[in-house]
């Protein structure tokens, strides 16, 4: 008893509250609440701020509260069907259970150790043009309705209930560990608009526009997709199925054969004494055939009834993470803006006034998009022929590896990603190894669901393992860390700095360390021992690069060894960019001064690693 | 033992009647003179080259771009220079193949001897881009206009 009085004083106090802030416009109020919308939209379109305290008890409005605010009983004729929703906001406002969804939705796709979460919420446009005519209706002034989205703030994505559900601070979209798409599914939407998107300026389109026709058929094949996607599991069990009723039937069939055959040598042989009696059991072997189809559809129809209700529930749960919510082709102020100018007598030939009632169809949308990571290392190659990138030859791969699909596939496993990018400073030929230091790269990976802030020490022992086992020994990988996204334009730029390189050079005549050095000294006396190259754009590389001289610097030659009179073993340390295999045989004379320029004669090269990458 | 030199492994080489094309897998290709030329053969001087044939001066060959507009196109036969001999004769030098022209060798202009002496190497001539036959485009073009002439 005790607990009843509370409730009864706070429903008054409530209903006071209520009773208060309606008084200056109570008929209008009263008008748009027969016509069938809800209590927080009549609120929205008179223009009045509802208090949000008094609310959520009024969930179950009877007739009585009815009477206590307006003072009239109700007009039947004017009640609203359990399966209609509100006029204005199409049941928006009454979504209930959300925090439920969204941990539903983050258990089924697996997502650990989120930092934060953001929201972004896209309307329907039909439902701007529903506020439009019932203001114009009640005849009060459309500037004056307060936006949706304010008290869906407030009402159903209040920050602290969510916050306290996923115990989790909520931050802005682009910043967010864990960003949610948020929609609404009204499959009139592109019917009610058809009209007045004629009148809207074609120079706020959004995205490209679609002719109804084709909006209603990728409609269909969305909905296709999704059927599919469920048909094909059902269509596994069907066939299961259909193989055990085919074997069923089939063993019917042939025992109904054999007797048939049994009947008819039973009619030959004893036509005149037994003709009732086959007759009979022909009967009744229709009747049974009969029966077997009754009870063969009967249990069809069961099984599709059976079949519509997963297939109802499972429609609610791929709403949840597997469809992207469509984006608007105009903005909401622009549709307000052009519905400005248009009087009530134009907008009532276009759409009616007051707007249609429609069922409650709407599904909410939710569509998680998390944010990539950044990972940085170093690679090395120990092999001439792997190239760096998968390559295709008009439309067909050649070779079966790459540098790219080892070290990519280790760390998206990791992480759980759906595909990654992969961006290294520089690149080299299939027939060069990468030595040393190891070339820096940037691995990208997108749709990660497990986070961390560190690879620990274990974890990259393991990565390493399963790289080297993976290559049989070719590729390795170093010094992996987590980054920002900052750090992808500084390893891009790297490469205009030094590199390291050895290679074996071949020469025709017999090689002379005195005499080289000698020349070395004389050219490069002005320039304190770096050698200015100039080069034209070798002829192996002229298909796809332009036409260009380019001047680049050598800082040091080194002559490590002779093994022969003619094979030599150097080290070179160059400008990045420089084209090293052009340096040293010459071009066709196109790069001034080359390598057999200085010894003086021809000489070529065998044999190029890459040693450091700086 | 001597390793093959790049234009030996990479490049395939054709011969066109004293004259050679070696072409690069990306259908770029050098034109030059074999040793069965009577520049080689006879050990002739070269006094000076002529550029210029009918108005057109292939020195003033500007091409831009990674597709390489502006270039002078070849047709099978077409002149590229003249080289004037000691012996007062004159030896055209033809393009064998359909293309674009690229390049002319700066070394020449100076230099004539390269011509006779490194006929492989510095001495080439004339880098040329060459037609790729068979694309879908001219099949496109061609089966349109067989199309049109049935019609």
Not at chain 1, 68 to 91: D, V, W
Not at chain 1, 162 to 180: G, T, Y
């Amino acid at each position: 008893m005790g607990n009843q009085v509370h409730k009864t004083d706070e429903k008054l106090s409530a209903l006071e509250i209520n009773i208060k802030s309606i008084e200056p416009q109570k008929e209008k109020f009263k008008t748009l609440f027969d016509l069938g919308c809800c209590f927080l939209c009549c609120y929205r379109i008179v223009g009045i701020i509802p208090p949000f305290e008094a609310l959520p008890i009024f969930k179950d409005f009877t007739e009585t509260h009815y009477q206590q605010i307006f003072g009239e009983t109700r007009n039947s004729k004017l009640t609203t069907t359990s399966n209609s929703c509100c006029l204005a906001c199409l049941n928006l406002l009454k979504t209930e259970n959300l925090e439920k969804s969204l941990l539903q939705l983050i258990k089924k796709k697996g997502y650990q150790n989120i930092d934060s979460f953001g929201l972004s919420i896209t309307i329907p446009p039909s439902i701007i043009l529903r506020e439009h005519c019932l203001s114009l209706y009640v005849s009060l002034e459309p500037s004056n309705i307060i936006p949706i989205k304010k008290i869906l703030k407030f009402t159903v994505f209040q920050k602290s209930k969510l916050e306290s559900a996923l115990k989790v601070p909520q931050v802005e979209f682009d910043q967010a560990c864990l960003s949610l798409k948020i929609g609404w599914n009204y499959p009139n939407d592109s019917q009610e608009m058809s009209k007045i998107e004629t009148l809207l300026p074609s120079s706020k389109l959004k995205r490209k526009r679609k002719s109804f026709k084709t909006r209603l058929r990728l409609q269909a094949k969305e909905n296709k997709i999704l059927n599919q996607k469920l048909f094909k599991q059902q269509l596994k069990e069907k066939d299961t199925e259909k193989e055990i009723e085919k074997e069923n039937e089939n063993k019917k069939e042939n025992e109904n054969e054999k007797e048939k055959e049994k009947g008819k040598e039973k009619e030959k042989e004893e036509e005149e004494k037994e003709k009732d009696k086959d007759k009979d059991k022909d009967k009744e072997e229709e009747k049974e055939k009969e029966n077997m189809e009754i009870e063969n559809e009967k249990k069809e129809n069961e099984k599709e009834k059976e079949k519509e209700r997963e297939k109802q529930i499972k429609l609610e749960d791929d709403f949840l993470g597997n469809i992207d919510p469509e984006k608007q082709l105009y903005g909401s102020s622009c549709i307000q803006n052009t519905l400005k100018g248009i009087t009530k007598n134009e907008l009532g030939q276009l759409c009616p006034i007051p707007p249609q009632p429609v069922k409650d169809e709407t599904n909410i949308i939710i569509f998680p998009i998390s944010k990539p990571i950044y990972i940085f290392g170093r690679y090395l190659k120990m092999s001439r022929n792997i190239p760096n990138a998968p390559w295709y030859i008009k439309g067909e791969r050649k070779g079966n590896y790459s540098v790219e699909e080892f070290v990519s596939k280790q760390l998206t496993n990791l992480f759980s990603g759906t595909h990654s990018g992969f961006v290294s400073s520089g690149r080299e030929d299939i027939d060069v190894r990468m030595l040393g230091t190891g070339r820096p790269f940037i691995l990208e990976i997108i749709g990660p669901k497990i986070y961390k802030k560190l690879i620990s020490l274990e974890e990259q022992k393991q990565i390493i393992d399963q790289i080297l086992q993976n290559s049989e020994g070719l590729v390795t990988v170093k010094d992996l860390g987590i980054v920002d996204k900052s750090h992808r334009k500084k390893t891009i730029k790297g490469e205009g700095k030094s590199k390291g390189y050895r290679c074996v050079v071949w020469c025709k005549c017999n090689f002379n360390k005195q005499l080289f050095t000698q020349k070395l000294q004389q050219l490069t006396k002005n320039t304190n021992g770096t050698l200015l190259l100039k080069q034209k754009t070798p002829v192996r590389v002229l298909h796809r690069r332009n036409l260009t001289v380019r001047q680049r610097a050598i800082y040091e030659i080194k002559i490590v060894e002779q093994i022969n009179d003619n094979f030599v073993v150097i080290d070179l340390i160059t400008q990045g960019g420089t084209y090293v295999k052009e340096f040293i045989c010459g071009d066709f004379g196109r790069t001034n001064p080359s390598f057999s320029q200085i010894v003086g004669c021809k000489s070529e090269i065998v044999q190029l690693d890459v040693i450091s990458v700086n | 033992m001597e390793p093959k030199s790049t234009a030996e492994r990479i490049y395939k080489k054709e011969i066109y009647d004293q004259q050679y094309v070696l072409i690069h897998p990306n259908n770029i290709a050098l034109i030059g003179i074999t040793e069965e030329h009577p520049i080689i053969k006879e050990n002739l001087e070269i006094n000076s080259i002529s550029f210029e044939i009918d108005g057109i001066n292939r020195l003033n060959n500007n091409v831009k771009g990674i597709k390489k507009k502006g270039g002078r196109f070849f047709q099978v036969g077409d002149t590229i220079c003249e080289l004037n001999c000691s012996n007062q004769k004159t030896y055209k030098i033809i393009s064998p193949i359909k293309g674009k022209l690229i390049e002319i060798n700066e070394l020449i202009i100076d230099k004539h001897h390269l011509i006779k002496e490194d006929n492989y190497d510095t001495g080439f001539i004339s880098i040329v881009q060459k037609n790729i036959e068979n694309t879908t485009k001219r099949r496109r073009k061609n089966n349109k206009n067989k199309n049109q002439t049935k019609n």
